[in-house]
Every structure is written in structure tokens, then in C-alpha cells.
């Protein structure tokens, strides 16, 4: 078991009481870099979150080829109005469509 490992069952243990926990200076310096590296993949994370929802939201404008009739250039279903386009469900200007609909609900 890791010293992370252990020093969270510690603490859990001793949140819900079934133990008394004290823990080590070396424990709580372990501790801490955990959580600031957890702070900083957060920030990771959020950051590339941030740069695929830009970019989902450039490359929906573009998604419509126009021509005779109007096709999606993602999943290529057409019809001859913009709005008439039934999208395949793996469409990813459907999927882009229907997670800012979901946020828009939050």
C-alpha cells in the first residue's frame, strides 16, 4: 500500500470516527504535494476542456456544404433545407448541438 494509500484510509477512518488518526509531518508534506498535484491536473484538465469546446464551436459553423441540396460534411445525411438535416447520432455537430443543450438546462 502506498503512503497516499494509507494516509487516505487514515483520514477516512477517522472522518467516520472508527479511529483516532494523527498523522507525521512527513505524512502531511506527502498529503499536500498529492493534493496540489490534483489542483494542478484540474487546471490541466479544465484548460483542454476549454480549447475542445472552441474548437467543437469552429468547426460547427462550418458544417453545412451547400450545393443542390445541403449536406453535413461530418456525417454526409442531406436534405434540401438547412434546418431539415437529420444528423446521424455519432454526428459530431449533433453531439456538440446536444451537450449545449444539456449545459443550457444546467
Known sequence: MSDIDRITKALLLAYIGDIDCTLTNSDCNELTKYITGL??????????LKAANEDAERLTKYHIIRGAANECRYCHKYEIGLDDII????????????????EAQS
Do not use: F, G, M, T
Not at 444528423?87 to 444539456?102: F, G, M, N, S, W
Open 39 to 48: 489542483k494542478y491536473e484540474n487546471i490541466r484538465l479544465q484548460s483542454e
Open 87 to 102: 444528423h446521424d447520432p455519432d454526428c459530431p455537430y449533433q453531439l456538440h448541438v446536444e451537450r449545449i443543450a444539456k
